[in-house]
């Protein structure tokens, strides 16, 4: 598996360009000595500054408790290189393997958290846990991203976009129609 | 501009199918004798069953107090065929024109809701609010999705994926990795 090649420190309210679209991401997490990788699909931006992002990440996963307790995980964005890791990473439990190995997958330090970030994918978004008052009733966290980090070649890169029934659309193609926005919306 | 053929009901534990992909959408709102569209691209799915949507809405626009008191909306999907639309209806306020004749658009009945439906649209999503308690905070509006439905053809529509700065990656092609997953997963 290849890594994508150098990647640059990301403007912290400029998170949307990469999440915003709706890719599935991979949420890495760590807790004493145990780290975990899982599938997510349910996020959304919710703020630039700070840069805020809420996601469902549902009690069943092993990775809720670890995500809650430690009050950290890091987004990672992975491209269709990276389809066969993704869906496993979803198929399995972290219970019972430990997915950097069982993947193939880097695990790197991170800046900010103790949570790692995996090498292979195309960004990565380092966040900690600011609201957890709905985690409750709906297992839906609000995170601050505060070190992003993003590939620079592609420029746009193929990513996953989940349906479910094992099916993902793919985003890659992109139109530009800057001229068409007011200056104060771009 | 052409209007999706048929539509049919969309089960609500499938609203994800369309969704969950992270495509803009267009929010039509009602109130006493106003009505509205703004384009939107900050949600996230948030339960299968009762199905249930989480999107911010900016208290800058004309649509906030529309939705707050109403508490109600309709989630309109377009496809690339309304780029020109969905474009034009974020650049502009429903405090100065009505966007379903600016933009020739037809404000089909709801059957759940007063909030009107976009025809020319692939999917309607007829949505009653049902947690506004981080509305105040993080304008995070948390809907109830109360009728669904999709055109049938195509049946994986190109949608646009907004990244901000003028730029939509569009998805459209599909992979199908059924045979990856395991049956409870899907």
Known sequence: MTSPGHKKSVPLDKVRRYLEPGPIV???SALED???????GWHSIMAFSPSLLGCVISAGNHSFEMVRQSGECVINLPT????DQTIG???????????FEHFGLTADASEAVAAPQIRE???NFECRLVDDRLVDEYNFFIWEVVRARAATSPEYPQTLHYTGDGVFMVAGEVISRRDQFLPQML
């Open 34 to 40: 145990r780290r975990n990788i899982m599938t997510m």
């Open 80 to 83: 269709t290189d990276l389809t």
């Open 89 to 99: 990473i979803g198929n399995t439990s972290g219970g019972n393997i430990d997915k």
């Open 121 to 123: 994918c195309y960004a």
């Open 26 to 28: 991979l949420v890495s």
